[in-house]
């Protein structure tokens, strides 16, 4: 089935230093998700993005996060400067337009770690 | 906000026994839930989706349930097998917006 490709699957990195999170969706997808699961907890919406811009996000997006997809290539989740707090696992999904009842599909996840 | 409390948080049956996880929310607006399946290593991959509409629905080797006056969503695997060992998370949307709202998981064991 289609598939959703994250890069990297682990990174580890110093607070305070930026990092770029990699997804590479599913090819005719439209919308673009990224959510957020911090070890044995539940996972949490943190953005969604379509048309070039932020649809919809959550307080849990804080102003050292953004999101972008340059010229239709990988969607990206950068967060400058890291916190200890964002160390967890990131999931992107990517689905078709036209509402909630389409599927999204997930990636693998990255697992980030901020020392 | 949309609260979604899923139980057991962990589940072990044995081979060819039912496992029952439940989802229980709070915002009356819900009306789009999923399951979905994590194994370990690997994406989610969802079950079933369910429309505010339906009540129950039977998928290869496991039904769905959906109690909207109990706000209530389950998954019964039935005959569970050990390929059905994995996390299985709920997720619930309201009508109007793209943001699943997530349960907490539910790790499930598959003892022979």
């Known amino acids: 089935g289609p598939k959703v490709l994250q890069i990297p699957s682990h990174q580890i990195i110093d607070m305070g230093q930026m990092v770029t999170l990699n997804c590479d969706p599913v090819?005719?997808?439209?919308?673009f998700y990224w959510y957020k699961q911090i070890l044995g907890q539940q996972m949490e919406f943190l953005v969604n993005?379509?048309?070039?811009?932020?649809?919809?996000k959550s307080k849990l997006f804080k102003d050292q996060f953004s999101v972008e997809r340059p010229d239709g290539s990988y969607f990206t989740l950068k967060i400058q400067p890291t916190a200890l707090e964002d160390s967890a696992v990131y999931f992107c999904?990517?689905?078709?337009?036209?509402?909630?009842?389409?599927?999204?599909?997930f990636g693998p996840g990255t697992r980030l770690t901020v020392l | 906000g949309e609260q979604v409390e899923q139980r057991p948080p962990h589940l072990s049956v044995r081979e060819g026994d039912s496992a029952f996880i439940t989802c229980t929310y709070t915002?009356?607006?819900?009306?789009?839930f999923f399951w979905y399946k994590q194994e370990p290593g690997a994406s989610l991959q969802l079950l079933m989706k369910?429309?505010?509409s339906t009540e129950i629905n039977e998928g290869q080797g496991f039904t769905v349930l959906l109690n909207k006056k109990d706000k209530r969503l389950s998954l019964n695997l039935t005959a569970a097998h050990p390929g059905d060992s994995a996390a299985y998370f709920c997720?619930?949307?309201?009508?109007?917006?793209?943001?699943?709202?997530w349960g907490s998981g539910t790790k499930l064991i598959i003892k022979p």
């Open positions: 997720a619930v949307s309201a009508y109007s917006n793209y943001q699943l709202i």
């Open positions: 915002d009356p607006n819900s009306y789009y």
């Open positions: 369910v429309f505010s």
């Open positions: 993005f379509y048309n070039g811009k932020v649809m919809e």
């Open positions: 090819s005719n997808h439209l919308y």
């Open positions: 999904a990517s689905s078709l337009p036209g509402g909630i009842s389409y599927e999204q599909y």
